[in-house]
T-cell receptor, first 112, second 114 residues
């Protein structure tokens, strides 16, 4: 069955430190992959997406993600976290039907 | 600036009440979605609409119905609210050209059923 797993329910990093949020997927074909961010009190906003081609994709707010087919992963990274990055992050796979499968989310806390 | 708006940010209702959650998008999108968001469960699809008056059940449609009479508006209806429907409800839209495109989300309605 198709699934998206985000192993970390929450992560705490210091401001200025690097960040990596993990995402693993289970999908029969080469997937399309998204990362969304949900700031407190807001809806979800697309950070970046992978469709094909370069496995390293750049997104908004300084985020990037790398697609690794051999590991079935699409981890999100940022070299230096800012306090405003505190939010919940969702990895997602559109299925080609009308459904998109979302991971359970990882909540990021940023400490000063 | 594209926008999906939801009629209420916070709503408190009593058990057994009929509840309407409204969603409006200004992007002329064909596809609209209603999700429920609960801690640790991510987003679960309640209903999807791919065109006016068209709808498909999602993963958790029980206890909910929807209405789409106009392209820009998608309503979620709780016929008889129950306490286990206390949750955050998110509406989203997507253009219909591709089923693999980005969804645009509203800010959410936090519903409490007492």
């Amino acid at each position: 069955a198709q699934s998206v797993t985000q192993p970390d329910i929450h992560i705490t990093v210091s401001e200025g430190a690097s960040l990596e949020l993990r995402c693993n997927y289970s999908y029969g074909a080469t997937p399309y992959l998204f990362w969304y961010v949900q700031s407190p009190g807001q809806g979800l906003q697309l950070l970046l997406k992978y469709f094909s081609g370069d496995t390293l994709v750049q997104g908004i707010k300084g985020f990037e993600a790398e697609f690794k087919r051999s590991q079935s992963s699409f981890n999100l990274r940022k070299p230096s976290v800012h306090w405003s990055d505190a939010a919940e992050y969702f990895c997602a796979v559109p299925t080609g039907g009308f459904k998109t499968i979302f991971g359970a989310g990882t909540r990021l806390f940023v400490k000063a | 600036d594209v926008k999906v708006t939801q009629s209420s940010r916070y709503l408190v209702k009593r058990t057994g009440e009929k509840v309407f959650l409204e969603c409006v998008q200004d992007m002329d999108h064909e596809n609209m979605f209603w999700y429920r968001q609960d801690p640790g469960l991510g987003l679960r699809l309640i209903y999807f609409s791919y065109d006016v008056k068209m709808k498909e059940k999602g993963d958790i449609p029980e206890g909910y119905s929807v209405s789409r009479e106009k392209k820009e508006r998608f309503s979620l209806i709780l016929e008889s609210a129950s306490t286990n429907q206390t949750s955050m409800y998110l509406c989203a839209s997507r253009e219909g050209r591709t089923r693999l495109g980005e969804q645009f989300f509203g800010p959410g309605t936090r519903l409490t059923v007492l």
